[in-house]
C-alpha cells in the first residue's frame, strides 16, 4: 500500500469512529449500504410489478407502480432524498427504470407518441423550501439515472413547477393535502405531447392529480403517470 493508500486509509478510518457509517436500509453499523439490503432492492425490481394503482380522487391519471413502499424502501429513499445519501441513486434507479419500462408496455399512447417524438418525461415538482433545504432535486437525478442511454426527452424543471407556496404535505391528510396543492402548480405550453409523470411515491395521489391539472391546461394530449412504489394502506381484520 502507497503512501496516498495509507493516508487515505487512516482518514477513513478516524472518519468511522467520528460519525460510525449505518446502512440506510437498515441501520447496520459500518456499512452504508449492506449486501441484505442491495439483495432485497435488487428482487424488488426483479419481481412482479403491483400494477395500476387506484384512489378515489378527482382528477389522478392512470398511475403505475413498480413496488409497494415498504420495509427497506421507507428507509432508504428518504436517506437518498433528505440525508443527501446521493450514492443511493444506483441501487434505486432500476426501480424507477422498471416502473417506466411497465406503464410504457401498459399504456400504446405512450409508445405511440414516443415513436412520433411527442412523449416528454415530467417530474413531479420540490417545493421552494425542499429546494432550499435539499440544495438539490432527488427525483430528476433519479430519473436522469434511471432513464440514461434510453432515448427518453426529460422536460428542465422549469416546465412544471410551483406558482405559490404550499406547505409541507407529510402532516396533512388527504383532503388537506388535496386543498394544500389546489391550483398551485403551473407549466409551460405542452400542445400535443404526451406526458409520462414522474414521481417517487404515490400516497393521496395529491401532487399527481395537481400536476396532471397543470400539464392539461397547459395542452397535453395525454397524462399518464408512474412511481416507483405506491403506499399501500392496511387493513385491520
Not at 389522478?60 to 413502499?69: D, E, G, N, R
Not at 421507507?74 to 440525508?83: E, I, S, V
Not at 398551485?184 to 400536476?211: I, K, N
Request: hydrophobic share 45%; charged share 20%; with cysteine.
Amino acid at each position: 500500500m502507497g503512501v496516498y493508500q495509507r493516508c487515505a486509509a487512516g482518514v477513513d478510518a478516524l472518519l468511522e469512529l467520528a460519525a460510525p457509517r449505518q446502512c440506510a436500509g437498515c441501520r447496520r453499523r459500518h456499512e452504508r449500504w449492506c449486501a441484505g439490503c442491495a439483495s432485497a432492492l435488487t428482487a424488488l425490481c426483479r419481481g412482479p410489478a403491483y400494477g395500476w394503482v387506484t384512489r378515489d380522487l378527482s382528477g389522478l391519471p392512470a398511475v403505475w407502480s413498480h413496488a409497494v413502499y415498504e420495509s427497506v424502501l421507507t428507509r432508504c429513499l428518504p436517506a437518498f432524498k433528505d440525508d443527501d445519501r446521493t450514492d443511493l441513486s444506483a441501487p434505486l434507479a432500476p426501480l424507477l427504470r422498471a416502473s417506466v419500462i411497465g406503464v410504457m408496455h401498459q399504456a400504446p399512447q405512450l409508445l405511440e407518441a414516443r415513436a412520433d417524438s411527442r412523449l416528454l418525461v415530467v417530474c413531479a415538482p420540490s417545493s421552494a423550501a425542499s429546494v432550499r433545504t435539499r440544495g438539490r432535486l432527488p427525483l430528476l437525478e433519479l430519473t436522469r439515472r434511471a432513464l440514461a442511454g434510453g432515448g427518453f426527452t426529460i422536460a428542465a424543471p422549469a416546465r412544471l413547477t410551483f406558482r405559490r407556496r404550499v406547505v409541507d404535505q407529510s402532516g396533512l391528510d388527504a383532503d388537506q393535502r388535496v386543498s394544500n396543492l389546489a391550483g398551485a402548480m403551473r407549466a409551460d405550453r405542452v400542445e400535443g405531447l404526451s406526458c409520462l409523470l414522474l414521481d417517487d411515491v404515490l400516497t393521496t395521489g395529491a401532487t399527481l392529480a395537481e400536476a396532471t391539472r397543470a400539464l392539461r391546461s397547459a395542452g397535453a394530449q395525454h397524462v399518464v403517470a408512474a412511481t416507483l412504489a405506491t403506499a399501500v394502506r392496511r387493513f385491520e381484520p
